[in-house]
């Protein structure tokens, strides 16, 4: 989840709604103990659907982000906004050369036996991500009778993207 200095709101915008002044409230909270980060996210993920630049650009960054947690995160939430900005991030995960990777859970009782949470590769959540967001004639893996997107998948998705790609990158700004 993103620092509250992180989850500020673009200064081009005259007013905030209802749901952007919530998402500061809720963000004021991160750190005190009494946080809901669900709903954090909830908010985040409509403040960026209701097509504010800042927080659809801190989720595209944390696309990139090295931190497993925090790039799983946003690929769900790019996956819930949608748009041509986040197809474009899913894509460039596509070639993400990280694999399986795994966090350990830390526990406040020592005594009590630990997890690891282990975290896809990002272009196989990437690959999951955008089969359900981009209307594209694709095979899913569960209609080929696969239970799991695999590496082929990954570059399926990858000739779909070289291909089509024009229609979904936005031109330069001056």
């Known amino acids: 989840m993103l620092p509250f200095s992180e989850i500020a709101f673009s ?3 005259p007013a905030e709604s209802p749901v952007q002044i919530q998402l500061r409230e809720e963000a004021g909270k991160i750190g005190s103990g009494s946080e809901n980060l669900q709903l954090i996210k909830n908010l985040r993920i409509e403040v960026a659907r209701m097509g504010d630049q800042a927080e659809r650009k801190r989720i595209r960054e944390a696309l990139r982000d090295g931190d497993p947690v925090r790039q799983y995160e946003a690929i769900i939430m790019a996956k819930a ?5 986040m197809i474009c991030g899913l894509a460039e995960l596509l070639s993400d050369t990280n694999g399986y990777r795994s966090i350990s859970l830390a526990g406040a009782n020592p005594s009590k036996r630990q997890d690891d949470v282990v975290f896809a590769p990002p272009r196989i959540e990437a690959a999951k991500a955008l089969a359900e967001i981009v209307n594209a004639p694709l095979v899913s893996p569960s209609e080929k009778g696969k239970p799991i997107f695999s590496e082929e ?3 399926m998705w990858k000739k779909w993207w070289d291909e089509n790609k024009q229609q979904y990158e936005q031109p330069a700004g001056p």
Request: zero cysteines; hydrophobic letters at 35%.
């Open 153 to 155: 998948d990954v570059v």
């Open 11 to 13: 200064d081009e915008a």
């Open 81 to 85: 906004v949608r748009g041509s900005d």
